[in-house]
């Protein structure tokens, strides 16, 4: 059997900073959205002793091996499996597609043999804090360290115009230069910033700007300043707002409106030669990244 799954990226489009937990993860409050800029996974069974895992370019153990173990580990009672990974998602660059890639074998291994919820859910959290709102696609609000996970309704029509930087930003390292810089915000505020994301997430709605705020961007242009470069040419290039895409390095420009998309694709192209991999964007969801025959 073969089977295939989109594993989205995302973009955060509202990061708040909390304080350390007591197991070393910082506290958030987040918004964040799966995009069509997506890696691609087919897991195929095979015959032997051990699964596999083929993601060129990717350092073992990855977090799609994790996975299998983990799986391996509570009972997981599927045929031995080798799961080609075909990165599109930069690596490192604060969209998520590692994670992308351990929730899509997740969800791909479902369709193998079973996993109870509970466990799946543990698994995830084990994983990562970006892995359980993987799970199944789409816009969500996450709090805890990211790893609680609350789906919301689609917003008003969107798109991103996606800036990587050609570098790798150790999402560890930015948490640190965030400590530095004194930019975790009080348990209050945290707490304020969840209700004003609630109340302003309704179906259809557009995010106001005082909300499209990322508090680790300081800290990743500490560490890596051409990021300010490509805010400025994101809005530039007529993004009504730019963002740094989770712990960076990688830059979002987000656009509203029907024509979107159009604009979006237009920036990516005008901006290519200066930001090789430069690409427009497209909200997902889960209908859109289930797991298919391949």
């Not at 700007?209 to 990743?220: E, I, S, T």
Request: proline share 7%; aromatic share 2%; net charge neutral.
């Amino acid at each position: 059997m073969r089977l295939r799954a989109l594993a989205p990226g995302k973009v955060n489009l509202c990061l708040a900073l909390g304080a350390a937990r007591a197991d070393g993860r910082h506290r958030l409050v987040t918004v964040f959205e799966s995009v069509s800029l997506a890696d691609e996974l087919v897991m195929s069974t095979i015959a032997g002793a051990q699964d596999e895992v083929i993601c060129p370019g990717v350092a073992e153990p990855n977090l799609v091996t994790s996975a299998l173990r983990g799986l391996r580990a509570r009972g997981w009672s599927a045929p031995t499996v080798r799961v080609e990974v075909h990165k599109r998602v930069p690596v490192a660059a604060g969209m998520g597609g590692g994670s992308a890639d351990a929730a899509a074998t997740l969800r791909l291994a479902l369709r193998l043999a079973p996993v109870p919820a509970d466990v799946l859910g543990e698994l995830a959290v084990g994983l990562g804090a970006d892995v359980p709102g993987q799970l199944t696609p789409g816009l969500a609000i996450g709090t805890g360290a990211g790893e609680i996970v609350e789906p919301r309704h689609p917003l008003a029509p969107h798109a991103f115009l996606i800036l990587p930087q050609g570098e790798a930003l150790s999402t560890a390292e930015v948490y640190r230069e965030a400590d530095r810089l004194g930019l975790p915000r009080a348990e209050g505020d945290l707490r304020a910033r969840y209700r004003e994301l609630v109340g302003a997430l309704g179906s259809g709605a557009r995010l106001p700007a005082r909300l499209l705020v990322n508090d680790l961007a300081p800290a990743a242009v500490s560490l890596c300043p051409h990021i300010s470069l490509a805010l400025e040419q994101a809005l530039r290039c007529g993004a009504e707002h730019a963002l740094v895409c989770g712990s960076g390095p990688t830059v979002a420009g987000v656009y509203w409106g029907g024509d979107a998309i159009g604009r979006a694709t237009e920036a990516a192209h005008g901006l290519g030669a200066r930001f090789p991999g430069a690409t427009a964007a497209a909200p997902v969801d889960g209908a859109a990244t289930a797991p298919q025959p391949a």
